[in-house]
């Protein structure tokens, strides 16, 4: 369902609606994977017909922290899946001389060192805004980070891997390469103007 979901989002033809609509829906089935290691605990439920020993998420606090203003896209869909996770943002645009990413704004829930983070960004390109969003979470005491993109090339995923070997990157496929205006190949466009309809 991802892949198929994935070759509708990257057709030039598909207009914002659905776009944001197949993006939600691709980040909710994710999340799936993304979670699969959430520890659990046993309970028990009373079924209509009798008592049932059962597992539940133990306990853990997530947060869901999109880079604006691609990110927010995927935000929905994970709170579908997830609905109690508290959710913060994170503010960048890159450089287009340098194509470094510069911040703008970073709001985070009060105990972000306390959860387990869900960092979303459809594209992971160069790797400089997911590093530079790690960086963030880290400096405000985030422990536990997990990157979740639709699309990722090699190069973004060698750069967020050198500068963050705890981070665990989950993509929904890795392209060919970028090209030297830094996107990626042949990747989907620019996620934020295809889910807003600006250019």
Excluded: W
């Amino acid at each position: 369902m991802i892949q198929h979901k994935l070759s509708l989002i990257r057709d030039k033809n598909t207009g914002p609606k659905e776009f944001r609509e197949l993006l939600e829906e691709v980040a909710m089935l994710m999340a799936y994977e993304v979670t699969r290691d959430l520890p659990l605990e046993d309970t028990e439920v009373e079924t209509p017909i009798g008592l049932a020993h059962t597992k539940v998420i133990a306990g853990k606090k997530l947060a869901v922290v999109p880079i604006l203003r691609a990110g927010l896209g995927m935000v929905g869909g994970i709170l579908r899946l997830i609905p109690a996770a508290k959710v913060g943002h994170i503010g960048l645009y890159r450089d287009p001389e340098s194509l470094a990413p510069v911040e703008y704004f970073c709001k985070l829930p009060a105990d972000i060192e306390e959860r387990d983070i869900i960092l979303v960004d459809p594209m992971l390109a160069t790797g400089g805004s997911a590093v530079a969003g790690v960086n963030f979470l880290k400096q405000r005491g985030a422990r536990s980070i997990k990157l979740m993109c639709l699309i990722a090339a090699p190069e973004g995923i060698k750069a967020l891997q050198a500068a963050h070997t705890d981070v665990d990157i989950f993509t929904a496929a890795v392209d060919e390469r970028l090209n030297e205006h830094a996107y990626i190949v042949p990747g989907l466009g620019d996620a934020g103007d295809r889910l807003y309809g600006t250019r």
